[in-house]
């Protein structure tokens, strides 16, 4: 069986298995319906395809997302104790960070990780150039900005490490076809 076609199929039994968690029992009803809501929605509103060019190693993925939800709690904390500590506000600002992610599925990845860590929202994407322009809540010291860029490139070095390595590397045939259109 083709790839594309397992993907569908698990974008079908996902949907199913979401429309029987919201009705909230298990019945032959909701899972014939679910099933038939997710195949007119695939059909009625039918996602673009997404070029796949590299391959997606489990062990890294596992690894990423601990480090992620470690990143997160971190900064939940540094986040709340800016809020509550007896002192002025934390000085803001925008830093530049650039990556070297190649696929763009890879690099919206690293913008959506970015944008749920506390503290750090991606504001501009320069995705030509692979240039994040993103809104730091903290950068009153030093450290405060290597440790901001110590976390976003941990995080683009897993994602690299987790998606795009040199060995699985494959550009995709229809990078080069649609960067020729307007």
Known sequence: MKRSNVLRLFVLGWMTLVWVLLWGNITVANVAGGALVAVVVSLVLPLPRVPVE??????????????????????TIAVAWLAIRPSAPPVTGVLRCRLTIKSDLVLTLWT?????????????????????YVHVLDVS?????????????????????????????????????????S
């Open 54 to 75: 590299g391959r997606v190693h489990l062990g890294s993925a596992a690894y990423l997302a601990v480090v992620i939800f470690v990143e997160s709690i971190r900064s």
């Open 141 to 181: 010291t030093d450290r405060a900005v290597a440790d901001f860029y110590r976390s976003a490139r941990r995080i683009e070095r897993l994602l690299i490490h987790t998606f795009e390595r040199d060995v699985d590397w494959q550009p995709s045939a229809w990078k080069g076809a649609s960067e020729g259109r």
């Open 112 to 132: 959506d990780i970015m944008n749920n860590i506390p503290g750090t929202m991606v504001l501009e994407i320069d995705q030509v150039r692979r240039i994040m």
